[in-house]
T-cell receptor, first 114, second 110 residues
Framework: DTEVTQTPKHLVMGMTNKKSLKCEQH?????MYWYKQKAKKPPELMFV???????INESVPSRFSPECPNSSLLNLHLHALQPEDSALYLC?????????????FGPGTRLLVL | EDQVTQSPEALRLQEGESSSLNCSYT??????LFWYRQDPGKGPEFLFT???AGEEKEKERLKATLTKKESFLHITAPKPEDSATYLC???????????FGTGTRLTIIP
């Protein structure tokens, strides 16, 4: 089983709203990732958690706030977003944040900021 | 800086017409090369991981190969359901993140 689940599938929010994206995996993976993907572009890494600790932040604006409550869950809290933040947000996980580990992606959350 | 280039950008094939997608890379110390398939509005679906030159992996109509400079994704007798964007990504050197190519958009015409 290589399933990563994400909720919600779609989200529309105003620039003053606060919302959260949720990601879950039950593969026992210890590394989890958030990516942002714009149309016809490859995924761009945002954050990496390794053993529930934030290990990489790719200079993401503070209006995006990640959280890893436990080894199976990853959240992305959104606040005061801009229309240009509209994108597909992807979660991924891998066995370890190690040299050769394959990353498995979830189906994504399609976010529209009005 | 690691670079990954995929070609062609888009490819239209008739059903049953075999072809290959290319992923060229310039990296310092390849640790792994990954192929993903992505349908519109969905997350990338893992296909293959290749670690060293000469390695080959197959899954149904797809076969991935790796040399020291590039990887090919061969598709044999494709069907319309193979239509998708195919992404190549590498892990290399001391880098801790995947470097993606821009993808090949494949369309199989019935």
């Amino acid at each position: 089983d290589t399933e990563v689940t994400q909720t919600p599938k779609h989200l529309v929010m105003g620039m003053t709203n606060k919302k959260s994206l949720k990601c879950e995996q039950h593969m026992g993976h210890r590394a989890m990732y958030w990516y942002k993907q714009k149309a016809k572009k490859p995924p761009e890494l945002m954050f990496v958690y390794s053993y529930e600790k934030l290990s990489i932040n790719e200079s993401v604006p503070s209006r995006f706030s990640p959280e890893c409550p436990n080894s199976s869950l990853l959240n992305l809290h959104l606040h005061a977003l801009q229309p240009e933040d509209s994108a597909l947000y992807l979660c991924a996980s891998s066995q370890e944040r190690a040299d050769q580990e394959t990353q498995y992606f979830g189906p994504g959350t399609r976010l529209l900021v009005l | 800086e690691d670079q990954v280039t995929q070609s062609p950008e888009a490819l239209r094939l008739q059903e049953g017409e075999s072809s290959s997608l290319n992923c060229s890379y310039t990296v310092s110390g390849l640790r792994g090369l990954f192929w993903y398939r992505q349908d519109p509005g969905k997350g990338p679906e893992f296909l293959f991981t290749l670690y060293s030159a000469g390695e080959e992996k197959e899954k149904e109509r797809l076969k991935a190969t790796l040399t020291k400079k590039e990887s090919f994704l061969h598709i044999t007798a494709p069907k319309p359901e193979d239509s998708a964007t195919y992404l190549c990504a590498v892990l290399a050197g001391g880098n801790e993140k995947l470097t993606f190519g821009t993808g090949t958009r494949l369309t199989i015409i019935p």
